[in-house]
């Protein structure tokens, strides 16, 4: 592989593929470093995205499938940045390939590896709703479609290897490091969710069917995995749908890693959302959003609100204090109204989605020196004028690495992004001096 | 109608059960594996993802196949997709045909899998017989001219061109206004990094006055554009009044908003002058605005103020009355209630005296940073009362000037608040500005809002529908400061992509005229809708077309007596195939 380019982007989500696509099409070579197996971030397992009702996948594999054929692009997975160096105007990005144990080039993703391992262990991608295999092509419309092995719970049958037409699976597969030189860098490494569910308030964790936002779109996704949504606990269809917003949000009072005191900016709408889709699912469902404000700001949400409302979908100002499992695993909310009369009460409902807080996915400032804020993401150089350039010149942020954010909004950042990074490379006329470097050196 | 034999590959996508829920996949598969030319015929969980694209490429290699046709989604979504995989396997790229069996069958079928399916076959052999009379394409190249035209001279106008400045293209910053600046050339403190916006104004001017290559037209308007993408050709109108002419290759429209004036009365306005819009009120708090960063009554500091969100937006039918020829304004501003807070926080620091009442339905602190504003806003002792978006709050003002706003607080469950007040605030919304010679100029589609509308709103936000056009700010929908900072790099980096290059590759869909057949009769010339997309020279009898004008619309092809013009990829021929397909298929039985 060709060790020197123009630019790193840490993170293959959305934002991250997009700044790659707008930095490659400008003419500069981009290297995506992605953590997971397959490209796509968040948004590729979501179900449908507002306020469009598009489908999530649909309109994100395009995205994809253009990083991935594009020639200035090179996608590395399973990969992650450990060290970035300043070496005078560029950087020296030292990056750690984890083994798949399945050999990149050769695996054609039959996936009769897959089929012929007799391990099952909960599905990380179906929000653990589903099983997968000890070896498995991450999820199908994943890219690469390439299969990986997950040593931790793999039993060295040997299963695998004998089912692989093409020899790809090598148990003895030693992690790689390569050192990468580029002229930029965009930190596009998106966010995690509090574990808000196990909050000792929402039943530590132990109530089959409190589920997290998460969880939910994988229920409605098409290819979800039970293919329709229904109860974890007993497989029925719910009667009766809860939404707790704010949830691990605009808290105080939770303990890090359960909640964040900001809001998270997207739940309010997903809520509303998943609310939508599933009383178009199953259209005999009740269901309540308990919320402190409806945060429908962006264009084209709050008519998607309103229509929310007109099509039934209950919404109620309230707190909900706890929540407990009653008869037949019905979690029970504790609610504090806000409105009409203050009263606080119990009501049951078949199953209840939590929106978690939205944190960083990750903490750039191990590895590069960039200013961190008190809420864990990327600081701007300057807020208002140059939000996506941070305070180390040549390194850039985009998507919800600096905040949370929706999806047009990180596209919009990645974007801005992508142009900043394009003139820090003009700039130092990186670019354009490695080039003739290289031309020289071939002559 | 084909005389030669052609390998045709055909492929029904899943699309993961957004089409294999409502209809058969197999039997489409089957319904069409034995028409003419057919070589192979498959199904697909995803035909987007890479196993989906390889099994295409291994069967042109396979089986020879020198036409595609996937059914899948709506081609909008994946038609470029398939067509780099042909490319990548070494076909034409428009030797591929597109059928859409989601929105067309599966999505609008859902209660009748089985018409649903016997509909999605009719279709995919429709695809067939096009695809057998396809023909290989190139695409239209034409040459750019490395220049770009920015419409507004807002904070997003001059993002964008300083951005591109920086990029080495030449810029031409074209503002109506005498001054530069737009909404930030007002006195006033902005949020998040509490700055005079005229301070950030200052710097952003100079930094575009020092770049080489960007020049400022300011009391000058964009009046005409003809040409395309690659190359526009305006005509500017500047205070000299001469009209002057201009090429550039892409233009970004970053023309900003309107701030939503009350109307007569509405909550008070206009009835007395202690009755305020919100960018006139921060204005008064800055010491360089017009009170001198006082706020008085009768010459004594204000004691009770009270601010009334969502004036202007939100607007609900029934609730609130448009104005005489005017509209209702539904949509949600997105930045008044946190500026509101912000403007509310500096109240309270620069006059302690002051007791601040918040009248709200939702308060939206969304952003960054925001929801401490919020509670900052609560700390400094604002008083909140929320009121439902049917119930608006009313404001009275009396013979001798008193004012009194009345309200039913939810947060107190309902009870009936009134109160005396010595200012009100009305935290007005943001609407579109009327750009009505813009939109007509370039004919732009707005969304339902009013403001432009992009071309996909999740992932396309900053491009509309017309080529070589980007948006750039709040002329797409409200937002501050950084947001619109962003949107304007955003816009950029879409223009600096576009003219990278020495040419530009447009699709080959354009009309194509078969000399032989022509007469001269002229009736294209005259149906064409795009300005000099088919021309005729003096003495000549054919028209000639020009294929970067040209948008393919094929309203010359329905006129031509003679089938002499025709649209390149959509020829009527391939029509008739398609129509004989859908009537020979009566689907499986
Ligand atoms: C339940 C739910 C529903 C939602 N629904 C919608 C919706 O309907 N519409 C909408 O607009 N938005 C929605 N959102 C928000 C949406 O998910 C985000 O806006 C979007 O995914 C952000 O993209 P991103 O690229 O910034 O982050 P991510 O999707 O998180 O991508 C970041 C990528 O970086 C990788 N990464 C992280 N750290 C490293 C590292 N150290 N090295 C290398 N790679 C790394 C991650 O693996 C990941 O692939 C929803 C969010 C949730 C939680």
């Not at chain 1, 890090?256 to 599933?278: D, F, N, T």
């Not at chain 1, 996915?361 to 300057?382: A, C, M, N």
């Not at chain 2, 809002?449 to 929908?477: M, N, S, T, Y």
């Amino acid at each position: 592989m060709n060790t020197i380019t123009d630019a790193v982007v840490i993170g293959g989500g959305i934002a991250g593929l997009q700044v790659a696509l707008d930095l490659a099409d400008q003419g500069f070579d981009v290297v995506i470093v992605e953590k997971e197996p397959s490209i796509g971030g968040k948004m590729i397992s979501l179900s449908k995205v507002f306020p469009t009702l598009d489908c999530s996948s649909c309109i994100c594999t395009p995205r994809m499938a253009a990083a991935a054929h594009h020639e200035r692009i090179t996608i590395m997975t399973c990969s992650e940045v450990q060290a970035v160096q300043r070496v005078g105007e560029h950087f020296s990005v030292t990056i750690r390939t984890r083994p798949r144990y399945v050999i990149e080039s050769a695996c054609i993703g039959c996936r009769k590896c897959e089929y012929a391992c007799p391990v099952l262990v909960p599905h990380e991608f179906e929000g653990n709703l589903g099983a997968r295999r000890a070896i498995y092509v991450p999820f199908t419309n994943a890219m690469p479609q390439v299969a990986l092995l997950d040593v931790e719970n793999c039993t060295f049958c040997g299963a695998c290897a004998r089912a692989c037409p093409t020899d790809a699976i090598d148990y003895l597969q030693e992690p790689a490091i390569t050192e990468m030189e580029a002229g930029a860098v965009v930190v596009a490494s998106g966010y995690a969710l509090t574990e808000t569910q196990t909050a000792d308030r929402y039943g530590g964790g132990k109530l089959a069917n409190v589920l997290t936002g998460l969880q939910m779109e994988r229920l409605l996704a098409p290819h979800g995995p039970y293919g329709r949504v229904l109860r974890p606990s007993d497989g029925r269809i719910p009667d009766t749908v809860a939404f707790v917003q704010c949830a691990g949000s605009r808290d105080h009072s939770l303990p890090e890693g359960q909640g964040v005191p900001w809001c998270s900016r997207v739940c309010c709408m997903y809520a509303i959302k998943q609310a939508m889709l599933l009383s178009g699912s199953l259209p005999l469902v009740d269901i309540t959003i308990y919320y402190m404000d409806i945060r429908a700001f962006g264009k084209g949400f709050e008519q998607f609100y309103q229509n929310a409302r007109a099509m039934g979908i209950n919404f109620v100002k309230a707190r909900v204090a706890r929540i407990t499992e009653g008869e037949n695993a019905n979690p029970v909310l504790r609610i504090e109204r806000i409105e009409e009369d203050g009263r606080v009460e119990d009501q049951p409902h078949d199953m209840v989605v939590l929106t978690p807080g939205i944190v960083a996915g990750w903490d750039p400032s191990s590895v590069i020196p960039v200013q961190i804020g008190s809420d864990g993401f990327v600081l701007s150089e300057h807020a208002s004028l140059a939000p996506c350039r941070t305070r180390v010149p040549g390194v850039f942020v985009a998507g919800t690495a600096s905040g949370p954010k929706d999806i047009p909004d990180s596209i919009v950042e990645a974007g801005a992004a992508a142009m900043e990074a394009a003139n820090h490379l003009r700039r130092t006329a990186y670019a354009s001096r490695r080039r003739t470097e290289a031309e020289a050196g071939g002559r | 109608m084909t005389e030669t034999k052609r390998r045709v590959g055909v492929y029904v996508c899943h699309c993961g059960g957004n089409i294999s829920d409502v209809i058969d996949v197999q039997k489409v598969v089957d319904g069409v594996a034995n028409i003419e030319d057919v070589v192979v015929a498959r199904r697909e969980m995803f035909m987007c993802s890479d196993p989906g694209q390889n099994l295409i490429a291994e069967d042109i290699a396979a089986h020879n196949l020198d036409r595609v046709v996937v059914a899948a989604c709506s081609p909008s979504l994946h038609e470029a997709t398939f067509r780099g995989t042909l490319k990548r396997s070494g076909l034409n790229p428009y030797l591929y045909e597109h059928v859409n069996i989601r929105e067309q069958a599966s999505w609008c079928h859902k209660d009748d899998p089985e018409g649903g399916t016997r509909k999605a076959t009719r279709l995919v052999a429709a695809g067939i017989a096009k695809a057998r009379n396809l023909v290989p394409l190139d695409p239209v190249r034409v040459p750019v001219t490395r220049a770009v035209a920015v419409v507004g001279g807002g904070i997003a106008g001059l993002r964008s061109a300083i951005d591109l400045a920086k990029s080495s293209f030449e810029v031409h910053v074209i503002e109506r206004a005498a001054d530069l600046g737009g909404h930030l050339a007002r006195p006033g403190r902005v949020y998040p990094t509490d700055e005079p916006a005229q301070d950030l104004l200052t710097g952003l001017l100079a930094q575009a006055r020092s770049l080489p290559g960007l020049t400022l037209h300011t009391e000058t308007e964009l009046v005409a554009s003809t040409g395309y993408l690659g190359n526009f050709r305006l005509t500017l109108q500047g205070p000299s009044g001469e009209p002057r002419e201009l090429t550039v290759g892409s233009i970004v429209l970053a023309t900003g908003f309107e701030h939503y004036q009350p109307s007569l009365g509405e909550l008070g306005f206009g009835m007395s002058d202690r009755v305020v819009t919100l960018p006139d009120f921060i204005e008064r708090l800055d010491p360089r605005g017009p009170t001198g960063g006082q706020i008085v009554k009768d010459g004594k500091p204000v004691q009770r103020v009270v601010f009334i969100h969502c004036v202007g937006s939100r607007q609900l039918e029934g609730v609130h009355v448009p104005p005489e020829g005017g509209r209702l304004y539904e949509h949600c501003s997105r930045v008044c209630c946190t500026t509101a807070l912000f403007a509310s926080i500096e109240l309270a620091r620069k006059f302690p005296q002051v007791d601040i009442f918040d009248v709200y339905q939702d308060i939206r602190t969304y952003g960054r940073g925001q929801e401490d504003i919020y509670e900052a806003a609560a700390r400094a002792g604002v008083t909140f009362f929320r009121v439902a978006g049917d119930a608006p709050p009313t404001v009275e003002i009396d013979a001798s000037g008193a004012i009194t706003v009345r309200l039913v607080d939810l947060l107190t469950f309902n009870e009936p608040i009134e109160m005396p007040v010595d200012l009100v605030v009305l935290v007005t919304g943001m609407i579109p500005r009327d750009i009505t010679p813009l939109i007509e100029m370039f004919k732009l589609p707005r969304s339902p809002d009013g403001f432009l509308q992009e071309v996909h709103p999740k992932l396309r936000p900053v491009e509309v529908c017309v080529d070589g056009l980007f948006i750039a700010g709040a002329c797409q929908a409200p937002m501050d400061v950084a947001e619109a900072a962003a949107s304007a790099s955003a816009a950029s980096a879409k223009a600096a992509c576009l003219l990278g290059g020495d040419v530009i590759s447009l699709d080959p869909f354009v009309a194509s005229i078969q000399a032989e057949l022509c007469d001269g009769c002229g009736l294209c010339l005259a149906e064409c809708v795009y300005v000099k997309a088919l021309t005729r020279a003096e003495g000549e009898t054919v028209p000639v077309v020009n294929t970067a004008l040209c948008k393919g619309c094929g309203m010359c092809a329905a006129v031509c007596p003679h089938e002499a013009i025709t649209v390149r990829g959509w020829e009527i021929k391939q029509y008739d195939a398609m129509v004989d397909a859908i009537v020979a298929t009566g689907g499986h039985p």
